[in-house]
């Protein structure tokens, strides 16, 4: 039986050599890639989420304020998840979730999104996207 001392000692060790299994299942990295760029072409919002983080929920907040739809991808949900967020920091050049898209383009995580909309900047950027989409709701009167 492994003491707690020796499985602290070379958990590390285990964590780093199961990030580089190739055998393991799911998406490959072009996949992945091809998932990200098509789920953002085909929405005007999309955010990339974990359940429990409170700056992805501040993405949402701010999103149903504006009465904004939205396409959500929960991380820790999805298959792929991890696969899914090493994709997003190659893309986007940062790793922390949320990753916020509005009209294909990456406007940064939480705190960016909230501060997109102080300044009146983030509406027209999601009006933008509607233009001429038939997917696309008008936004409701806040």
């Avoid at 739809?69 to 922390?96: C, F, P």
């Avoid at 102080?118 to 709701?137: A, D, F, H, T, V």
């Amino acid at each position: 039986m492994f003491t707690r001392a020796f499985l602290y000692k070379f958990k590390p060790q285990i964590l780093r050599m199961g990030n580089f299994t190739s055998s393991a299942p799911g998406l490959s990295s072009s996949a992945c890639s091809q998932f990200v760029q098509d789920v953002v072409s085909k929405n005007c919002v999309v955010i990339f989420s974990k359940t429990t983080c409170p700056y992805c929920k501040m993405a949402k907040n701010v999103f149903n304020e504006v009465g904004a739809s939205y396409k959500v991808i929960e991380l820790d949900e999805h298959n792929d998840g991890r696969r899914l967020q090493e994709t997003l920091a190659q893309m986007t050049g940062a790793r922390t979730v949320p990753r916020v898209f509005v009209n294909g383009q990456c406007i940064g995580g939480g705190t960016d999104t909230k501060q997109l909309h102080q300044q009146g900047r983030l509406l027209p950027l999601i009006e933008k996207c509607c233009e001429g989409s038939e997917n696309c709701q008008p936004l409701s009167n806040p």
